[in-house]
């Protein structure tokens, strides 16, 4: 495997991607916006990219043996099909590509906006929480002491 | 070999114990230099001030050394334990990492062998740290409620405590229900300005650091204060040997400095305040034909009796959103309503809940530490959504008791990256500390329950949570059965001095920071009243 030959596949592991988390509910589908948050750890890592481009092999191996050309011409409950085949018989590669997939998805501000929140830096904004009583602990305190003296 | 400036005495590490020992002997007029293998942690180096903050959590803001991998760091093999040891080396240490839940032991975990029939009493106990608990928490500021009447009567809390927001009164709501104790967890976190630190503004990962000083890391409280009192640190200095004179004492330390040079520092004596794995390794590898066992190990202790705190988690998913974003994510409520011993539950001593805040984005996605990941495909969708911001999980740390099985060596093949011979961790989790860990549970799973939780997941052990390092160089009056005195000098080497979480007896039920700094203030006390 040469260099880069990961991203050389980037319309594959789209598709792959799209088919972890699939655009659903106004959330966009992971191919679009978690892509290139693994190919980044792809390409930081040899090893990574080494599992992730063998595993996109085996991937179109199991497409085409299900009678298609490939993975990209298959629907897409043809294309979960194959990948939960692959979850049974590559359990590292798939394990390494679905936390890549969920870290890119899930920290890329597109969804974390969708999700309802400002995907912006924490800091300086921080969070608002209202202002409250305290919590009334009577019943607590009530019970007495509940150390042992020692 | 270059060598420094003598000096009154030598502090090795710059976290939690080793700030506090600084800052109070340099107040009293002794002159101190520090060694710390990290650095000063950058304010704007925080990943919060970023978009991809988390992201970081599971790279270079990792508190797994073995996954972070920084050049400060030093490997650990962790093969043959079952949790994974977790620390920082920075000024600061571990503190920087920490979700400064603040709870002291309580005075029966002083008190285990006279009580319970298990390891060993200490030979201090709580009426004697009490004062140093007290300033601590003056030097920490706490935030918190008294009255908890699973304490003894503690001094008026620093600032007003965490606010419980709606995750914490969901949960607050199920203990009661039951009848059981909770109180709102006394943290180590401003929220009010304090002593020129400022509030917290609830942004939410303190595990990755805190870029505002609010929470209280020691480079924020104890060092700047023993800065100006005439302490000297030197980062980036990593000790590899505890040096003797030809009297057996303690005389120094040989360290490499930040451009990889050998140098020595000479002391009157020396402190070890390097954690509950640095520690036992630097001892370790401190052989001389004196001690060809490693420094002060007569007894063969050192590195013995490792305690973690073993960790099981256990997350309740609720049909409302519950904020859980919001706030500083490990202080929220602390319940010790199976606390003290009761062996009609099948083990001895006992363990507290804490609960912590959500899971953000990510963390949802990928199980936390439940880790139970979401089903990708065409249920990813739903299955997220019925998550997100919909959960709460309740920590269950529990008490281990020492083993000697359970240890810290030398790997005889891993060094760091000057070649001194890395930490080897062998831990198994004893058969009390599991039903221990099950009966807590089964008890989170009935809070939760009563909370309102429509489905509950458990995680039994996590490996991820050795957060506390213990045990390794315990305090006792007897030689053969301990390392340090009642003083926290070593029974072999009198000058030098071990205040980390190493010498720690027993390691109770609850977070040990709070003591391990109480317990360093009373050792550096006796330091000072015999002027070191």
Redesign the interface.
């Known amino acids: 495997m040469t260099p880069g030959a990961l991203a050389a596949r980037r319309d594959l592991l789209a598709l792959v991607l799209d088919?972890?988390?699939?655009a659903?509910?106004g959330?966009p589908g992971a191919g679009a916006v978690g892509l290139d948050?693994v190919l980044a750890v792809a390409a930081a890592s040899a090893d990574l990219e080494s599992l992730l481009w063998r595993g996109l092999q085996v991937v179109e191996e199991a497409a085409r043996a299900q009678g298609g050309s490939g993975f990209a011409q298959l629907s897409p409950d043809d294309r979960?099909s194959v990948?939960?085949q692959v979850e049974q018989s590559h359990a590292d590669f798939f394990d390494a590509l679905?936390?890549h997939?969920?870290?890119g998805?899930?920290?890329h501000?597109t969804?974390?906006a969708r999700?309802?929140?400002d995907?912006?830096?924490?800091?300086?904004?921080?969070?608002?929480?209202e202002?409250?009583d305290?919590?009334d602990?009577t019943?607590?305190?009530a019970?007495?002491?509940?150390?042992?003296?020692? | 070999m270059a060598t420094d400036d003598p000096t009154d005495v030598l502090v090795i590490g710059a976290g939690a114990s080793g700030a506090a020992v600084a800052w109070r002997l340099s107040g009293a007029g002794i002159g101190v230099v520090c060694l710390e293998q990290g650095d000063w942690v950058d304010p704007r180096a925080y990943p919060h001030w970023r978009a991809d903050w988390e992201l970081h959590r599971q790279t270079d803001w990792s508190a797994e050394p073995n996954v972070r991998r920084l050049p400060q760091d030093y490997p650990v093999n962790d093969r043959a334990s079952s949790i994974s040891p977790l620390m920082y080396n920075a000024v600061g240490g571990s503190t920087i990492h920490w979700s400064a839940h603040f709870p002291r032991f309580r005075p029966s975990d002083f008190r285990v062998r006279s009580l319970d029939g298990v390891a060993d009493d200490w030979p201090i106990d709580y009426a004697t740290l009490e004062p140093f608990f007290d300033l601590n928490d003056r030097m920490m500021g706490v935030a918190g409620i008294t009255g908890d009447p699973a304490y003894p009567p503690k001094s008026p809390r620093q600032t007003p405590p965490i606010p419980l927001d709606t995750l914490g009164a969901t949960i607050a709501g199920g203990f009661e229900r039951l009848g059981w104790h909770w109180w709102p967890s006394d943290s180590a976190i401003l929220t009010r300005d304090y002593d020129g630190r400022r509030a917290c503004v609830n942004c939410g990962p303190c595990d990755l650091g805190c870029p505002i000083g609010a929470k209280a890391s020691t480079d924020v409280t104890y060092w700047p204060k023993a800065l100006a009192a005439g302490a000297r640190l030197v980062t980036r200095a990593r000790v590899r040997e505890i040096t003797l004179g030809p009297d057996g004492l303690a005389d120094g330390a040989i360290y490499y400095d930040r451009e990889g040079r050998v140098r020595a520092q000479k002391a009157r004596a020396v402190v070890l305040a390097a954690n509950g794995i640095g520690t036992p390794r630097l001892l370790l590898n401190s052989r001389s034909a004196r001690f060809p066992d490693g420094l002060a190990n007569r007894s063969g202790l050192v590195g013995r009796n490792l305690m973690f705190h073993p960790y099981a988690m256990v997350r309740g998913t609720f049909d409302r959103p519950l904020g859980g974003h919001r706030g500083p994510i490990g202080c929220s409520i602390i319940s010790q309503e199976f606390y003290e011993t009761d062996l009609s539950r099948g083990f001895v001593r006992g363990y507290s809940f804490q609960v912590a805040r959500g899971l953000s984005p990510i963390a949802s996605a990928n199980g936390g530490s439940v880790g139970d990941r979401v089903p990708w495909g065409r249920e990813h969708r739903r299955a997220y959504d019925e998550r997100f911001d919909r959960t709460i999980t309740v920590a269950i740390i529990g008490e281990d008791l020492p083993e000697p099985g359970n240890r810290v060596d030398l790997d005889p093949a891993l060094a760091d990256d000057h070649g001194i011979p890395a930490p080897a961790v062998s831990y198994t989790l004893s058969e009390n500390s599991r039903r221990m860990l099950d009966h807590g549970i089964a008890r989170a799973r009935e809070a939760l329950g009563a909370a309102g939780a429509r489905e509950v997941a458990f995680n039994p052990l996590l490996r991820a949570g050795g957060w506390h390092l213990m045990g390794t160089a315990r305090m006792g009056r007897d030689p053969a059965t301990s390392v340090i005195d009642p003083a926290g000098r070593c029974h072999d080497v009198p000058n030098l001095y071990i205040v980390d979480g190493s010498a720690m007896v027993t390691s109770a039920g609850v977070n040990p920071t709070s003591t391990i700094q109480a317990v360093a203030l009373y050792v550096a006390d006796g330091m000072t009243r015999r002027r070191a």
């Open positions: 088919t972890l988390v699939p659903s509910a959330f948050h979960e990948l939960r679905v936390r997939t969920y870290d998805y899930y920290g501000p969804v974390v999700l309802g929140l995907p912006g830096p924490l800091q300086p904004r921080g969070h608002r929480i202002a409250a305290l919590p602990l019943r607590v305190t019970r007495g002491p509940i150390y042992r003296q020692a």
